[in-house]
């Protein structure tokens, strides 16, 4: 007789427990949209800051089998721009390796409102497409998922020293899951 009036007492403190942490545990951030915020940021890539005077200009080679390339990342498409991090990245574009994994682009941000690192997979680079996946973050863009893309503009520079530049402008639309604010340091 005693074991059923435990066992009972058991159930019914197992349920008055249930109940009493349904109704006093703090409810969940209940954001009206589910959506993740997102930041959207407009860079640009240019060719490392080295006088033409003491190396002769060179063209990139048109029939290449690993394009291998260190560029900076700015604010503006001006020379005198704020440098705001470093794009790299090793990419094959023979068709067989175009889908490979190792075709990755690395943009690293060190500035006071951006300090840590994208990985954007750039599998799809092509002509036609030039959207790719940011699969990845480290710092400030920890779990980063997103959008980049890629627009190769034309800069017409008044200065004899810097004549006709290409640069490519760099939109990012970035998403950050499970994060109620974005706090930039």
Request: proline share 6%; glycine share 4%.
């Amino acid at each position: 007789m005693i074991a059923r009036i435990i066992f009972c007492f058991a159930i019914l403190l197992a349920i008055l427990s249930v109940i009493l942490l349904a109704i006093f545990s703090p409810i969940p951030n209940q954001n009206k949209s589910k959506n993740p915020p997102w930041i959207d940021l407009s860079l640009y890539i240019q060719q490392p800051r080295i006088p033409s005077s003491n190396f002769p200009s060179q063209k990139a080679p048109t029939d290449f089998g690993a394009l291998i390339f260190h560029r900076l990342l700015t604010e503006g498409p001006e020379n005198t721009s704020r440098i705001v991090g470093k794009a790299q990245g090793f990419i094959i574009p023979i068709q067989d390796f175009a889908n490979s994994a190792f075709n990755i682009i690395y943009l690293t941000f060190n500035s006071k409102e951006f300090c840590g690192s994208l990985s954007v997979e750039a599998k799809s680079l092509t002509n036609d497409n030039n959207k790719l996946n940011v699969v990845g973050g480290t710092g400030y863009f920890a779990f980063a998922r997103g959008l980049a893309i890629f627009a190769q503009t034309k800069v017409e520079n008044i200065n004899s020293d810097n004549l006709d530049a290409n640069y490519y402008q760099l939109k990012l639309q970035l998403k950050y899951p499970n994060k109620s604010k974005i706090n930039p340091r």
